[in-house]
């Protein structure tokens, strides 16, 4: 790295410790000495130490959330620095590592690919943009593997990896946990209450095993809807529902041979977290309810069996997803429509979803102490989403009439919406297909440097069906002043393949030092483009886009000092993206993607733990990364161009994290516990640079949250408080394009809460 970067670096690693911010790894009370953490991030027959794995990789436990009542993807990016989360609604996020990202949330984009990959244990779960919310997974640890994943995790892991683990049944014990929350939320927000409840049961000894959990929630809205008093929906218009459940069995069939099969189904009905720039804070405008609805249901079958030599591990997984994201448009139907004249226009921009999708991973792992080690196996997936989105609009076909001396004008008949006073109609629907072929092997020479290579071929096809109708649908062949025009169809198919290596070395330098270096290759697939009208756009949009890929470079030390009470990672890395996949969005609010330029991400990440005492521990960890264009991109519109150096969007340059415990032992064996931890992340741009447009300012945060605990036999009581400087509050932006609009709309994020835990051990 140049000059330039090393100061930077150097700076970054002052700020961290001047702002004290990181996550103290959890420890156990009554030693002095730091946990030793395992983990199954290299798909390897069994867990191996964290800090043995030559990669940046953070783990967390369930406890770390669970303690503030917490427990999502932006409270686990909370704790995790290299990682930032967007976030517009329940399921609705967006996940950014290490600043590889180029757009925000679009809904109704179904060829945006994600670049980090969101696993529960071997399943693939991960939606651009849509991420699942579940809270009811009983989780034993979260692994968030920072870099490209794309050996062992294929496409979507092009900027990393998020893997949540999950507790097996018990064999043995019957046991079980009932947890409540009660809480209250600030400024608009009001009481929000939450049901937990997990029960395991052997149903016959050390052979069968069956683990219930269930999890329940209402959480008060907190954006007030500047319409107060409508019959039609409350004053807030953000509250959700969560009603979630999990079985999980298992089946020791014989010594070798151990199945494991889960159901989880979530129905999670929310709102929407908008504001308006323009408005009191925490406030929209919206003339109708604006909800976001999501229902799952998620099947996995594993199967692990002992062949002597090697493990054999089956994951067979199915996914079924119905989304439906319906937001207030009176602003854009309006300004697009009738130019901005009053009365506003009740439209409900509606987007909904159904995804089908099915994974099938086969993998042979070596067993045995021997300095050869590998893994090898196939990972087939197919899948269907089909999306559907309208705009229905009160009064639309009659006034549309009037304006446009158009008498009887009906939106279904002349436009071939799906319903009258429908200005936009259309569905977009895929077919996917892909298959991998994979192996890892690492080589242990002189009993202290590890060697690992890494290969994993692919080869994937879409099929993609489009049908537009409605006035906006028809525009590539109307304009909105002459709505006469045929629906817009596009079907294509597109056909990607390639090879993701893989290369490291570790040096251990004693049991405590390990030395690493790697590089490594990520890929992500391309696709095709909605079309354009340009009629009415002014712009010749490609119909496709390729693949884009990128190569990760990256050193490393992982340290245990002072007798076990210590750990110190570092890493830095710089990363070389190109063929980059650029998101253009346009004034008419079509948008499409092209491959256009090169973007560099350099960084540094460090995390360490300190038991203080046997009671009491410390966590520091910060990440700084600079994402910048290394040319400037031509797009062929001028107002999209990408200027040479500049930042890539919505990732924040700084982020850091800090975390500290103490207990203090009371009468008898109980306890009192008290946690706090920080949370900082730096700003972020919407866009790479103002001159492009759609560029608007994501605040810095600072969060704050702190626990009292009270632990008596197999009861706990806890009081927590989260976001309690207010110092977080706006998620996401998306910048303002229309006159009419009381300015950018704001993604606001959970005020001050403050509430009780009750937990119940038996």
């Given at each position: 790295m140049g000059k330039q970067v090393k100061v930077r670096c150097a700076l970054a690693l002052w700020s961290a410790g001047a702002l004290?911010?990181?996550q103290a790894a959890e420890t156990e009370v009554g030693t002095e000495k730091i946990e030793r953490v395992e983990v199954t991030a290299t798909r390897s027959a069994g867990a191996v130490d964290v800090q043995q794995v030559p990669a940046a990789i953070t783990v967390l436990k369930p406890d770390s959330l669970t303690r503030y009542g917490q427990g999502n993807l932006g409270d686990i990016a909370n704790l995790v620095p290299a990682m930032s989360v967007q976030q517009q609604a329940p399921g609705v996020n967006n996940i950014t590592m290490r600043g590889l990202v180029v757009r925000g949330i679009v809904p109704s984009e179904v060829q945006d690919s994600s670049l980090v990959a969101v696993y529960i244990d071997d399943?693939?779960?991960?939606?651009?943009?849509?991420?699942?919310?579940?809270?009811?997974?009983?989780?034993?640890?979260?692994?968030?593997?920072?870099?490209?994943?794309?050996?062992?995790?294929?496409?979507?892991?092009?900027a990393g990896a998020v893997r949540q683990i999950t507790q097996k049944p018990d064999l043995g014990d019957l046991f079980g946990t009932v947890e409540a929350v009660g809480s209250n939320t600030s400024g608009f927000g009001g009481a929000n209450r939450n049901l937990r409840g997990m029960l395991n049961l052997p149903l016959k000894a050390d052979v069968l095993g069956l683990r219930l959990t269930a999890y329940t929630g209402n959480d008060s809205g907190y954006i007030r809807n500047q319409l107060i008093g409508s019959s039609t929906f409350g004053s807030t218009t953000n509250d959700v529902s969560t009603n979630q459940g999990r079985a999980a069995l298992r089946l020791r069939a014989s010594p070798d041979l151990v199945i494991d099969a889960s159901v989880t189904a979530s129905n999670i009905k929310g709102g929407v977290n908008d504001a308006y720039a323009g408005l009191a804070p925490f406030t929209t405008i919206a003339l109708l309810p604006?909800?976001?609805?999501?229902?799952?249901?998620?099947?996995?079958?594993?199967?692990?069996?002992?062949?002597?030599?090697?493990?054999?591990?089956?994951?067979?997984?199915?996914?079924?997803?119905?989304?439906?994201?319906?937001?207030?448009?009176?602003?854009?139907?309006?300004?697009?429509?009738?130019?901005?004249?009053?009365?506003?226009?009740?439209?409900?921009?509606?987007?909904?979803?159904?995804?089908?999708?099915?994974?099938?991973?086969?993998r042979l792992n070596s067993k045995g102490s021997g300095p050869l080690k590998w893994t090898a196996g196939a990972f087939f997936e197919t899948g269907k989403?089909?999306?559907?989105?309208?705009?229905?609009?009160?009064?639309?076909?009659?006034?549309?009439?009037?304006?446009?001396?158009?008498?009887?004008?009906?939106?279904q008949t002349n436009d071939l919406a799906f319903n009258p006073n429908d200005f936009f109609s259309g569905t977009q629907n895929t077919k996917s297909r892909q298959l991998a072929l994979f192996a890892e092997g690492t080589y242990t020479v002189w009993d202290k440097l590890d060697l690992t290579a890494g290969l994993r071929l692919f080869k994937g096809t879409q099929d993609f069906d489009l049908r537009f109708t409605g006035l906006f649908g028809n525009l590539v062949g109307a304009t909105p002043s002459a709505p006469v025009g045929q629906p817009e169809l596009s079907n294509s198919s597109a056909t990607s393949q390639g090879a993701n290596p893989r290369f490291a070395a570790a040096y251990h330098v004693d049991a405590d030092h390990t030395l690493y270096a790697s590089v490594g290759k990520g890929?992500?697939?391309?696709?095709?483009?909605?079309?354009?009208?340009?009629?009415?756009?002014?712009?010749?949009?490609?119909?496709?886009?390729?693949?884009?890929?990128?190569?990760n470079y990256e050193v490393g030390s992982k340290t245990t000092l002072l007798d076990q009470r210590m750990t110190f990672n570092a890493s830095v890395y710089v990363i070389?993206?190109?063929?980059?996949?650029?998101?253009?969005?346009?004034?008419?609010?079509?948008?499409?993607?092209?491959?256009?330029?090169?973007?560099?991400?350099?960084?540094?990440?460090?995390?360490?733990?300190?038991?203080?005492?046997?009671?009491?521990?410390?966590?520091?960890?910060?990440?700084?990364?600079?994402?910048?264009?290394?040319?400037?991109?031509?797009?062929?519109?001028?107002?999209?161009?990408?200027?040479?150096?500049?930042?890539?969007?919505?990732?924040?340059?700084?982020?850091?994290?800090?975390?500290?415990?103490?207990?203090?032992?009371?009468?008898?064996?109980?306890e009192v516990g008290i946690a706090?931890?920080?949370?900082?992340?730096?700003?972020?741009?919407?866009?790479?640079?103002?001159?492009?447009g759609s560029y608007a300012q994501i605040p810095s945060s600072n969060t704050v949250n702190a626990t009292v605990t009270y632990k008596t036999g197999a009861y706990e009581f806890g009081l927590f408080g989260t976001n309690l400087t207010n110092?977080?509050?706006?998620?996401?932006?998306?910048?303002?394009?229309?006159?009419?609009?009381?300015?950018?709309?704001?993604?606001?994020?959970?005020?001050?809460t403050l509430g009780l835990r009750v937990k119940a051990r038996f």
């Open positions: 004290a911010a990181a399943m693939p779960v991960t939606l651009k943009s849509s991420n699942p919310d579940l809270k009811v997974l009983d989780l034993e640890r979260i692994e968030v593997l920072q870099g490209p994943q794309g050996t062992l995790f294929g496409a979507g892991a092009m604006q909800t976001s609805n999501d229902k799952l249901q998620l099947y996995n079958l594993g199967v692990s069996y002992d062949l002597g030599g090697a493990q054999l591990v089956s994951s067979t997984s199915y996914l079924h997803r119905d989304t439906l994201y319906v937001t207030s448009a009176q602003y854009p139907a309006t300004a697009f429509i009738f130019g901005g004249k009053a009365p506003l226009m009740q439209a409900a921009y509606t987007i909904g979803n159904a995804v089908n999708d099915f994974a099938q991973e086969f989403r089909n999306t559907r989105q309208d705009e229905p609009t009160t009064g639309f076909d009659e006034r549309f009439a009037a304006t446009h001396n158009f008498p009887g004008y009906n939106s890929f992500r697939y391309g696709g095709n483009n909605q079309p354009v009208p340009f009629n009415f756009c002014g712009v010749n949009a490609p119909a496709t886009f390729a693949p884009d890929s990128l190569w070389e993206w190109k063929d980059v996949q650029v998101f253009n969005k346009l004034p008419c609010t079509y948008y499409f993607t092209q491959n256009a330029g090169k973007i560099r991400s350099e960084g540094l990440e460090l995390e360490t733990a300190f038991k203080l005492t046997r009671r009491a521990s410390l966590g520091l960890s910060a990440a700084y990364n600079h994402a910048y264009a290394t040319r400037t991109v031509v797009t062929g519109i001028a107002a999209q161009n990408i200027p040479e150096g500049s930042r890539a969007p919505y990732a924040p340059r700084l982020s850091a994290t800090a975390t500290a415990s103490y207990s203090v032992p009371v009468r008898g064996n109980d706090a931890s920080y949370a900082y992340h730096s700003d972020a741009y919407t866009n790479f640079a103002a001159a492009q110092g977080a509050k706006i998620s996401d932006v998306t910048p303002n394009t229309i006159a009419i609009q009381p300015g950018d709309t704001l993604f606001m994020v959970r005020p001050r």
